[in-house]
């Protein structure tokens, strides 16, 4: 493994930390605030970029080996199982992180826009 893909498992590993412990939070807890539903969601996008850094350094892997490029690489990348169960994982997620309830949807509190556009 090189430098590169360290940082993005890294990055990887500490969004999904962020993001599952945000949404086990707002399970468990109470309904996160506007700044804890913004951190959940940009977990979220983190975790998205880094599951696509990820599969695209496979691809390169798969390209340096193969010498295969263009549609035929991409095929070959999205029929492997594990580029399946990613994109599941991220679908899954988002699902999750945004369908978070807002505090002031639920209350009578005053809340931000996206809340206030939800009471509507």
Do not use: K
């Not at 390169?60 to 029929?79: H, T, Y």
């Not at 580029?83 to 997620?93: E, F, K, N, P």
């Amino acid at each position: 493994m090189n430098e590169l893909q360290v940082l993005i498992v890294w990055l990887d590993l500490a969004a999904t930390t962020v993001l599952v412990g945000g949404l086990a939070y707002a399970a468990l807890v109470e309904i996160p605030q506007a700044r804890g539903r913004h951190a959940i969601q940009w977990a979220w996008l983190l975790v998205g970029a880094a599951l696509a850094l990820e599969m695209s350094l496979n691809a390169r892997r798969m390209q340096q080996i193969s010498g295969i490029n263009g549609m035929a690489l991409v095929a070959d990348v999205w029929d492997m199982r594990w580029s399946h169960w990613w994109a599941l994982r991220l679908a899954a997620l988002g699902a999750i992180a945004f369908g978070t309830p807002c505090r002031s949807a639920l209350e009578d509190s005053p809340g931000d826009r996206q809340c206030l556009a939800v009471r509507a």
